[in-house]
């Protein structure tokens, strides 16, 4: 390719092993950063080598394989990187009695922790209930007296139906009579 772009063969290489020098020079060299240097040969970016020569055989591999070294180094990298991933995603190997103890541990810190969940909630969502003295009754009587307004939803009606059962059970029950006496017995 570069003798192809005008470039002259180096005096010390023969005409007749030209091929077989590259050949064996560039063995193993990656194609793309033989084609970089190629291409930067071309553009004549590399100022160290004359315009009009070829780089000598070891001297194009040198230049092709420092083309490829970012790429290289890189890949190395993600290869190393990879490795030390694997490894730490590999389970560490324990014995079933302690695969055991670790399941009951985690059972008993799962269990501990719905109960406590369950009592906060039970003394943040669950008011005791408080019966409701006269001054309270007085004062939901006043409420439950005023009108409703011309929409209410689901929560107001419920809301207003415990409001009346609980004035309902605020209210003195009158005194039930006297149970009947035997003398008041009537034979059917």
């Known amino acids: 390719m570069l003798k192809s772009g005008g470039m002259l063969v180096p005096k010390s290489i023969a005409a007749a092993d030209f091929i077989k020098e590259y050949t064996i020079a560039l063995g193993g060299v990656p194609v793309h950063g033989l084609m970089t240097v190629v291409a930067k040969l071309k553009r004549g970016e590399y100022p160290d080598v004359p315009a009009e020569f070829m780089p000598l055989p070891a001297q194009l591999a040198a230049m092709a394989r420092a083309e490829c070294r970012v790429i290289l180094d ?17 389970p560490a ?13 985690v059972r008993l810190m799962r269990t501990s922790f719905r109960l ?5 909630k039970a003394s943040v969502f669950s008011p005791v209930h408080e019966p409701m003295d006269a001054d309270k009754a007085e ?16 929560d107001q009606s419920a809301f207003r139906r415990k409001v009346a059962s609980d ?10 009579a006297a149970p009947p006496s035997d003398d008041d017995f009537i034979p059917w």
């Open 74 to 90: 890189d890949v190395a990298r993600l290869r190393e990187k990879k490795n030390a991933l694997s490894e730490a995603v590999k």
């Open 93 to 105: 190997e324990i014995s079933p009695e302690e695969r055991r103890r670790q399941i009951e541990s």
């Open 116 to 120: 406590a969940h369950l009592e906060s």
């Open 167 to 176: 004035l309902a059970a605020a209210e003195p029950k009158p005194a039930m």
């Open 139 to 154: 004062y939901w009587k006043k409420v439950a007296a005023l009108p409703d307004a011309k929409s209410i939803d689901a």
